[in-house]
């Protein structure tokens, strides 16, 4: 599990240790101080955090929490569904709705950003965790990313209204492309590379 912040990476692992800045945070005022740093994009280590820690108790209060699922979407040819979304490469994805189920809303929200019909669910889902600021308010938002392809291979149209500009399938060498051209969210840069891997 890794918890992405802007360029910062929380990294829980088993017991009560940390590092020694980590060990400093005693206080709601000194999380809430540092985290400020962390969202101005000035904090890009990585910190191995005991789950035990003090730190967060205090991390998760500050945070509201957001549940979300999305498609790790193959057409017929193996390419990627990608999507630009605010200026960054991203994939479909978007909030869970009341009394939905996570597959559900993992496909609703494909078919709704990209036009994208007969989605299939192929295998479990894997979740990524970032936060980001909304209106003054700290949130944590989980993802849950679920396999899938489609024979679909009619034209696809991006959802303006959600600040998706532009929605495609990629193969390894046109994401390669694009990842050096445009910026993306940390928390998606070792799937897109996997994916390039595969190529």
Partial sequence: MKVFIRSAILVPVPGHEAPDFIN??????SVKRWLKECYSGSEIRIFEIGQDHVFWAYFMTLH??????????????????????????DMPKGKLESKETLEVCAVREV????????????????RTYHCYSDKGEYMLKTTYWYPMVTDYSKKLKPQIDEGITAVYWATPALLKNRMEDMPMYNSLTETFEKFIEEA
């Fill in 24 to 29: 400093t945070l005693r206080t709601l005022k």
């Fill in 64 to 89: 509201q929490r957001v549940i979300a699922a999305g498609g790790w979407v193959r057409n017929e040819a193996c390419e990627l569904l990608v999507i630009e979304r605010n200026g960054k490469l």
């Fill in 111 to 126: 078919q709704e950003e990209c036009r994208v019909k007969r989605c299939k669910i192929t295998g479990p889902a894997v």
